[in-house]
Nanobody, 122 residues
Framework: QLRLVESGGDLVQAGGSLRLSCTASVLPLNRYVIGWFRQAPGKEREGVSS????????NYADSVKGRFTISRDNAKNTVYLQMNSLKPEDTARYYC???????????????WGQGTQVTVSS
């Protein structure tokens, strides 16, 4: 069973930056596609970005393209989400998940973390 733990969420002003981390235990992350999802209060969870285990180009939601960057450090068993130029609408709980497909569809992700809160003030 893969266990995922997110960290790095915080309160930040609009225009600021945060780096989220997703660290795995028990099993190596490099077997999986890793996705970041987010859920704002009263809204459905949405896919943000995904990164392949095979070197394919990362996938980004249109709303974060050019501002967010996903990367992975297999030696540390960790995937990162660098978030720049943050906007109030980025406020949400951010989850990482491990799955088998680059498409940001929840059904393709089997293992989920508990999430980390990102709040962007205007």
């Amino acid at each position: 069973q893969l266990r995922l733990v997110e960290s790095g969420g915080d309160l930040v002003q609009a225009g600021g930056s945060l780096r989220l981390s997703c660290t795995a235990s028990v099993l190596p992350l490099n077997r999986y596609v890793i996705g970041w999802f987010r859920q704002a209060p009263g809204k459905e969870r949405e896919g943000v970005s995904s990164i392949s285990s095979r070197g394919y180009p990362p996938n980004y939601a249109d709303s974060v393209k050019g501002r967010f960057t996903i990367s992975r450090d297999n030696a540390k068993n960790t995937v990162y989400l660098q978030m720049n130029s943050l906007k109030p609408e980025d406020t949400a709980r951010y989850y990482c998940a491990a799955g088998t497909a680059m498409e940001l569809a929840e059904r393709d992700y089997k293992y989920w973390g508990q999430g980390t809160q990102v709040t962007v003030s205007s």
